[in-house]
């Protein structure tokens, strides 16, 4: 009895012993955790600072410029790949050809901000204004539920869904929810993208493709679809009151109970019933 005893409390001790060390080792490595996030965080003079002393293009990527004012700063085309933007004051900032590869960029303020040119795949912002901001020739393949795009200059956007990685999935741009009134998509691919309950009304969609993108519940009223191309999209209760829909084609399009289709300028439409 007494040897199973003593066997009981060595295995006890060593228990007690291994939760300590585990403990210990948790508590210690806690702070370096923290140090190391807070080493990627940078000031806005810091971030001046940078950008002033950089030889070429800027490196600005992995860190952290959550809630800064960043307004008018001119990041003369950054390399912010994986950054963390949200809530920083972004208005009037010039990010024209910048890398915001999986950058982070929710609920912040982009305002009139210059983003032509910019590489935003995979970049996540949910809520963010971009009202008036420009971004032709951006490459976009990301999340802006939520977002605000009125008035935003986005012709010869390239956020068709990418179709050579799909192995997570399909990498489309995320419209749902989001408000582009009076937007700007001339020629823009906008190919199997979700814009579900986006209000478009008034934009400017001429010649933009929408191949299979789904606008299900979206507001298109008195928006210009010339010429755009709606095959196989899905526009189930979509409303398209007042639009210009000349020259569209909208050849195995889903337009179960959509609306304003008969008052529509739709003549040379193909494919409408």
Known sequence: MRGRSSRRYAITRAHVGACVAVALLAAASGPRQAASADSNALSRQQVIAA????????????????????????FKGANLSASVLNGAHLRQANLAHCNLTVAFGESADFRNADLRGAQMFSMQLQGADLTGAHLDGARLIGDLTHARLDGASLEHLRAGADMTNQSMGLMNARFESASLQKADLKDADLSRSDM????????????ASLLRADLSGANLRGADLSH????????IDADFTGARLTGARFGGATLRNTQGLGNARRRGAIGLP
């Open 228 to 235: 755009a191309d709606l095959r196989d999209a899905t526009l």
């Open 196 to 207: 579900k309950f986006a209000d478009l009304s008034a934009a400017k969609l001429a010649g």
């Open 51 to 74: 950008l002033a002393a950089a030889r070429g293009r800027p490196d600005l990527s992995s860190r952290s410029l959550a809630g800064l004012d960043l307004t008018g700063i001119d």
